[in-house]
């Protein structure tokens, strides 16, 4: 799954909309360029004048004064163009800001099973390629775009003013221009998308293979790697070649038609000076107004090529705020707390029908429950649930019902394709489910705002990301009000022996994988939520460190609602209650000595666990 492209009109609101955004800055920008293409049209005017005076017989005097003005005026138009530039580098890096941070906004908050089916190269190719081909629009093309469109309008106004016979021959390229590029528009618009979303798959095939290198490796997939990665250049190659083509012909185009108007100025106005229709001077200045917009109309029709290649990153861009989001969250009041008050644990739950009719405990005959994290039936996410009957291969849980006590450690274990790991994304909200529902504090985990889920609902999966930047930096992401007491006191916690000022990431100091785990509970200490969920946290630490690491998690662990995702049995050990999973099912439920006692699929895993 590709995530969507915004419309060009979506396109073109979203940008009138940062541009209001910084409306104050874009009018002193307008200012002070307009004032530099006024100054800009003066000395052409003067020379003309100039022309008619020698023609007519004046005097050295005004020549000189004539010069001297003309300097002057071309200093004043340097300094105006040097401070209308200065104050377009602002309003586009305000602008390229906010798009950076927008994006990145809409890339954090995209659900994650979005982010998954996505997949690695089309998020890493929004977020890095088309931020670039923008970044480079909008600091340097968009104030030249400006400044050109700026000038052109003035110097026109200004030859037509000076002798309308003669300077409507500017007009000339108000035909032939628009139809140059309505041509390339319609041609080098897709071609840039499709150019975009080739090297989104360039991006994630690179990044994918290096990350998993050592499965590359053990199971001999270089060659078809390549195989995949030289199909992809080869698409490559064939895109860059046909806009290029396309961009050649663009610029004879262009070329043609902005410089047609200084011809046919010299010969027209020529032809009416002869005639004594207009003077001297002033066919002189037309076709110096003429050479002067050349430049600027080739700038504009130039800068279009590279807006297209910005309005295909922009369109993929605004488009991750299309994706899909999952179901509305309800409002819920700043500052408000979920609470975990006492419910009930079952796991065999009404038959399906029920389920699918949305019934809850009470249509069961049970008093609902004041809080619960609960699941019934759960679909692989893209699969299509219209009715009670689901297909088995599509469904990944079956009548699961967890109500959790607070405070309680709930270990969930059982062989590898049983449910585990959904089920606690579910818990976590990060899926919603296909049916029934998954309540903590009386709420709905799919619903409850973003910003109450994160703080008392925590996610510790395999991977812990550390971010290139000091420990305190790296501990911040979960409290930016965090102390330097705080930080050290939750780095003692978890016995994460580094310092706060210490750099991280490449070019600095690489964390084992047992200090990264300490970082990453380090960060729920300073984040405080209520409720844990940990996806075989330890699973890939070597036995030692896992253990170590354990005895530090236990600490954090200590007085919040668990769920644990067990890898390793000592986890299920320790924990007050252990759920056996098998086949999307839990078969089996109680504390590790009454599953050890009773005989069953648990006493069995902990029998092979301990001889292993």
């Known amino acids: ?52 005076a020698v023609s007519a017989g004046t005097t050295v005097r005004f020549i000189v004064s004539t010069i001297i003005t003309v300097l002057a005026v071309a200093g004043v138009q340097v300094a105006l163009t040097y401070v209308a530039s200065y104050r377009a580098q602002i309003f586009g890096q305000k602008v390229f800001t906010q798009l950076r941070n927008g994006v990145i906004h809409s890339v954090t908050h995209l659900p994650l099973e979005t982010v998954e089916a996505a997949g690695t190269g089309d998020l890493l190719g929004r977020t890095t390629n088309d931020v670039d081909r923008v970044r480079y629009f909008v600091e340097d093309g968009l104030s030249r775009f400006i400044v050109a469109v700026t000038t052109v309008v003035v110097t026109l106004t200004a030859a037509i003013v000076t002798s309308p016979q003669v300077g409507v021959v500017i007009l000339v390229v108000a035909v032939p221009l628009p139809l140059v590029l309505r041509w390339y528009l319609r041609r080098a618009t897709p071609s840039y998308l499709a150019n975009s979303a080739i090297g989104a798959s360039v991006d994630g095939v690179v990044s994918e293979t290096v990350e998993q290198a050592t499965t590359v490796d053990a199971l001999s997939l270089g060659r078809t790697r390549l195989s995949r990665l030289d199909t992809l250049v080869a698409e490559t190659v064939n895109s860059e070649v046909y806009t290029s083509f396309l961009r050649i012909g663009f610029n004879w185009g262009v070329l043609a038609t902005v410089y047609s ?49 910005a309005g295909a990153s922009l369109a993929r861009i605004f488009g991750v705020d299309n994706a899909d989001r999952g179901p509305e969250r309800d409002e819920m009041p700043a500052g408000q707390n979920l609470e975990i008050r006492d419910v009930c644990f079952t796991y065999e739950v009404a038959e399906r029908n029920d389920l699918r009719g949305g019934a809850g405990p009470e249509a069961m005959g049970e008093p609902a429950p004041d809080s619960a994290a609960s699941e019934q039936d759960f679909a692989a ?39 585990k790991s959904t089920l606690g994304r579910l818990i976590a909200g990060i899926n919603p489910p296909s049916a029934g529902w998954v309540q903590i504090g009386g709420a709905d985990v799919s619903k409850i705002p973003e910003s109450v889920l994160h703080r008392e609902v925590a996610l510790v999966t395999q991977e812990h990301h550390v971010f290139v930047g000091t420990v305190a930096d790296n501990l911040r992401l979960a409290n930016e009000a965090a102390t330097e007491v705080e930080m050290r006191e939750a780095s003692r916690t978890v016995e994460l022996e580094v310092a706060l000022d210490e750099q991280l990431g490449s070019g600095a100091r690489i964390l084992t994988p047992a200090q990264a785990q300490q970082l990453a509970l380090a960060r729920i200490v300073l984040l405080d939520p209520q409720v844990l969920v940990l996806d075989e946290a330890t699973s890939l630490l070597d036995p030692t460190a896992a253990r170590s690491t354990e005895r530090a998690m236990a600490r954090v662990l200590r007085g919040r609602t668990v769920i644990a995702i067990a890898h390793r049995l000592y986890t299920a050990h320790d924990a007050d209650r252990v759920a056996v999973m098998e086949n999307g099912r839990v078969v089996e439920l109680g504390s590790h000595d009454e599953l050890v006692t009773r005989g069953g699929q648990y006493a069995s895993l902990w029998e092979t666990w301990q001889r292993s």
């Open 381 to 419: 996410p893209g699969a299509e649930v219209a009715g009670p009957e689901l297909e088995a291969s599509d469904e990944v849980l079956h009548h699961v019902t967890l109500d959790i006590r607070p405070g309680e450690t709930l270990a969930i274990v059982g062989p590898s394709g049983a449910g």
């Open 261 to 309: 108007p200084v011809v046919i100025a010299l010969l027209w106005g020529g032809y009416l000076t002869g005639t004594g229709a207009v003077s001297l001077g002033a066919t002189t200045t037309v076709v110096m107004y003429c050479l002067q917009i050349a430049g600027p109309l080739q700038g504009i029709s130039w800068l279009m090529d590279e807006a297209q290649f």
């Open 1 to 52: 799954m590709r995530l969507p492209v915004a419309s060009t009109r979506t396109v073109i609101r979203r940008l009138l909309g940062i541009f209001q955004d910084h409306g104050s800055e874009f009018v002193w920008l307008l200012v002070f360029q307009l004032a530099a293409a006024i100054a800009g049209v003066i000395a052409p005017m003067m020379i003309g004048r100039a022309i008619n």
